[in-house]
């Protein structure tokens, strides 16, 4: 997760503007970026943020699928990465 991450953190955001799609974008971003820095300091998930994980997964990402797909490339494999991570974070240890 961590090599993903930095990849991740080291290119340019395709999001930014005043365009409601590139926001819930950029929110989903920043949400999952605090939990992974949270995770990647203690090696492990914090019992709450596992809840907001959990709780996050089985509302599903259908707002940032479809401002995904309707912003088109590179909007979408952003969005796909995000996911990756977010998968990868799920599967960590709570503790």
């Known amino acids: 997760m961590r090599r993903l991450w930095n990849e991740h953190?080291?290119?340019?955001?395709?999001?930014?503007?005043?365009?409601?799609?590139?926001?819930?974008?950029?929110?989903?971003?920043?949400?999952?970026?605090?939990?992974?820095?949270?995770?990647?300091?203690?090696?492990?998930?914090?019992?709450?943020?596992?809840?907001?994980l959990e709780t996050r997964r089985a509302e599903g990402n259908q707002r940032v699928f479809r401002a995904a797909g309707e912003l088109g490339e590179p909007v979408r494999s952003y969005v796909a990465r995000l996911i990756a991570i977010e998968d990868l974070l799920a599967a960590l240890p709570v503790g």
Not at 23 to 49: C, F, H, K, P, T
């Open 9 to 52: 953190i080291h290119r340019p955001s395709p999001v930014g503007g005043a365009d409601p799609r590139e926001q819930e974008v950029a929110l989903y971003a920043s949400w999952i970026g605090s939990v992974v820095e949270v995770a990647l300091a203690r090696g492990s998930l914090d019992g709450n943020l596992a809840k907001m």
